[in-house]
């Protein structure tokens, strides 16, 4: 048996459909251009694709969709070119259909999500009866040769069949008859995917921006977020320069961000938005901490970028993530690596207490260093920093998201 295969711009999950199809020439062009494009794969006499590719080589993304006879998805791999001549495995996603009648991504489907790092971490989570049962979460244990795959030529698609089925791919495959091109503005109009996009920062600026409002932060009786106060904290002392973001409570630190600044002494502000509500009938005032930043300069920012710790890919992120730093005391904290051994940890945490705009700051005599904290926004969770460069790509600042108002819209008054 044969399998053929189709070359284009999309694929419409839906339909079952190719969006602006595209012949072998053109789709090797746009493979070496690093430019997305789908390959669609399917067994002759089935009218359901045996698999799905979508690659992005400019963007070092390899994605593989597998399918049932019925149409529906069983599993999906998420493949990242980190080195020239190998894949990494960054995730896979099974589904489980346990009737004939069960639809596509049913909440009764069992599945099983793992995610793989390159540095050997790796989780797997199970559900078994999909939502309507219970989750386990465990250390995915998958050997290192099995996250790596060698990188295989154009055309060669016969590799994804350890990826999806458990039989056999057929020896050898067919190009699909040609058909005439949509044109590709339209293909991509309509086109359902595109390349991984990790989180990207929104409104560092207007966060720091009294009188700024954003879109209520839920339906109802909510107000909109109106930024409140930039709380100015006393100077970051950094002697070395090199960043901590972290839970001051936590037993140890982690490590500084890639990313350096010049020693100095070095403003610091805390963010608050607010918003009117009721409870019960009667009306209420909430104001959330939304963001802490670090002045390095008074140059204008032009560019953001992820703050980064030794060991983290951001090519390996997936939509919508970010890397981070953890809390899990609803308090987070910038302080330099020098002092942080002396002013990280629990009893630090409680021999003071926070001033009444919520800001805590510990001094380390011997670094010459201090630690400042402040609330979390909404209390515990992982938040990114983000460094922002001015036009000759020196560090102006950095600033700590609580995810709050990043989410929301920017209203016109």
């Avoid at 989570?125 to 290192?144: F, H, K, N, Q, Y």
């Avoid at 009294?210 to 009786?221: A, K, Q, V």
């Avoid at 409570?249 to 350096?260: D, L, R």
């Avoid at 001015?390 to 560090?395: F, L, P, Q, R």
Wanted: aromatic share 10%; proline share 9%; glycine share 10%.
């Amino acid at each position: 048996m044969i399998t053929d295969v189709t070359y284009g711009e999309g694929w419409d999950a839906a339909s079952r459909t190719v969006l602006g199809p595209m012949n072998r020439r053109r789709a090797t062009a746009r493979d070496a251009a690093g430019e997305p494009y789908a390959v669609v794969l399917r067994e002759e006499g089935r009218p359901q694709p045996v698999a799905v590719l979508h690659i992005a080589w400019a963007h070092g993304y390899f994605g593989v969709w597998a399918y049932d006879d019925r149409g529906r998805r069983t599993r999906e791999f998420d493949l990242r070119r980190l080195e020239p001549e190998r894949l990494f495995l960054r995730h896979v996603a099974r589904w489980r259909y346990d009737t004939e009648d069960l639809p596509e991504f049913a909440e009764q489907a069992g599945r099983v999500r793992v995610d793989l790092y390159p540095d050997g971490r790796g989780r797997k989570v199970s559900e078994p009866r999909g939502s309507e049962g219970g989750s386990l979460r465990t250390m995915a244990d998958m050997p290192e040769e099995q996250r790596w795959i060698p990188v295989s030529e154009f055309g060669a698609w016969e590799w994804t069949q350890a990826l999806v089925t458990d039989g056999q791919f057929p020896d050898a495959l067919r190009e699909a008859p040609e058909t005439n091109p949509t044109p590709l503005a339209t293909a991509f109009a309509a086109a359902n995917w595109r390349p991984p996009t990790p989180m990207r920062p929104r409104h560092l600026d207007k966060m720091f921006t009294p009188g700024t409002r954003f879109s209520p932060p839920y339906d109802g009786d909510a107000g909109p977020y109106v930024v409140q106060r930039v709380i100015d904290a006393e100077p970051l002392r950094l002697p070395t320069g090199h960043v901590i973001a972290c839970d001051p409570s936590w037993i140890t630190p982690g490590k500084p961000f890639t990313v350096a600044v010049p020693p100095g002494d070095y403003p610091t502000q805390i963010a608050t938005a607010a918003y009117a509500s009721e409870y019960e009938d009667t009306p209420v005032h909430i104001e959330d901490y939304t963001a802490a930043r670090v002045l390095i300069s008074e140059k204008p920012t032009v560019a953001w970028e992820l703050a980064l710790r030794p060991g983290e890919d951001p090519r390996t992120l997936r939509d919508g993530e970010c890397y981070g730093f953890g809390v899990d005391s609803g308090t987070g904290c910038f302080v330099d690596a020098a002092a942080a051994a002396q002013l990280i940890g629990r009893e630090n945490a409680l021999a003071q207490e926070p001033d009444p705009d919520g800001i805590l700051v510990r001094e380390d005599p011997e670094s010459g260093g201090n630690l400042i904290a402040y609330p979390s926004g909404m209390g515990d969770g992982t938040y990114p920093v983000w460094i922002g460069r001015d036009a000759d790509g020196e560090v102006t600042c950095l600033v700590a998201d609580m995810l709050i108002l990043g989410h929301q819209e920017l209203l016109n008054d």
